[in-house]
């Protein structure tokens, strides 16, 4: 009976090691990516395989695209509140509020247009292939055809068909 | 007040049973068969309760060498298999959040604001 107790428990406790050390390896990219300084450019480097170079440029343009990216957000801010308290002060259409709204259609398209420009920089950095994965990817992610609404979700990640 | 003696019912009920005749026939050798039912019941071992079904078969059964092994292999690859899909599952959901907080670094339309 007692060596047929310690066969018993010798099985519990080896399907427990072994689901936590697979568990513990399969999970180690994700670990590493999460730790990492900018965890979004480590899973950039990892789902397009960027070698160091590739990785390196990449970094450099989307370091350099951040304070563009800054200066637009807090233009856009600034245009939503100012067409916030127009809207709030008025029960009419005004030409201020006209104004106003193509302000804010004029930010959208160079927040768009400077989007797009950094997305094609950054296919270019990387090998042609996962170039066009990554366009494919971010065009569908950032220009959303439903602009937003909810009940069409877009995919999470990039098709893993053409992965290299 | 009841006038009717206690002998006096009792002879009226003995009437009575003797009167009642059963028509319907017994099946052939019923007496034989009850006898039997009887017996059995009687000699019939008791359901083990599930425990001890399994202290023995964990007593006698498992310390086998082929059947130890094969138990201990199974829970192996089981606990791997479980793991397995675990971390498939939590690697796929940590990638598509760093997939989103990618874009809503670049998209000022979808940056979180502070």
Request: glycine share 4%.
């Amino acid at each position: 009976m007692k060596k047929g107790v310690l066969i018993l428990v010798f099985g519990l406790v080896a399907a427990t090691v072994a689901y936590g050390c697979i568990y513990f390896i399969c999970t180690a990219s994700a670990r590493n990516m999460q730790s990492s300084n900018q965890p979004e450019l480590a899973w950039l480097k990892e789902e397009f395989n960027l070698s160091g170079s590739e990785f390196k440029r990449v970094s450099e343009l989307h370091a350099a695209y951040l304070p563009q990216c800054g200066e637009m957000c807090r233009e856009i801010d600034a245009q939503n509140v100012k067409l916030q308290a127009l809207l709030s002060g008025t029960t009419s259409m005004t030409h201020e509020i006209t104004a106003a709204l193509a302000e804010s259609s004029r930010l959208r398209s160079e927040c768009q247009t400077m989007m797009l420009r950094h997305f094609f920089q950054v296919s270019q950095a990387m090998p042609p292939e996962q170039g066009r994965r990554y366009l494919a990817w971010v065009k569908e992610k950032a220009f959303l055809p439903d602009f937003g609404m909810p009940g069409n979700k877009t995919p999470d990640g990039p098709p893993e068909s053409t992965r290299q | 007040m009841n006038t009717i003696q206690p002998n006096e019912d009792d002879k009226k009920l003995s009437k009575l049973l003797h009167e009642w005749k059963v028509e319907a026939s017994l099946p052939p050798r019923f007496q034989e068969q009850v006898w039997r039912r009887i017996e059995k019941a009687e000699h019939a071992p008791n359901a083990p309760s599930v425990w001890t079904v399994i202290a023995h078969w964990v007593g006698t059964v498992l310390p086998r060498p082929a059947l130890a092994a094969s138990y201990v292999a199974i829970l192996l690859a089981i606990g791997v298999t479980a793991g397995w899909a675990q971390a498939q599952q939590e690697t796929a959901q940590v990638k598509a959040d760093l997939a989103d907080r990618y874009v809503r670094v670049l998209d000022p339309y979808q940056a979180p604001r502070h």
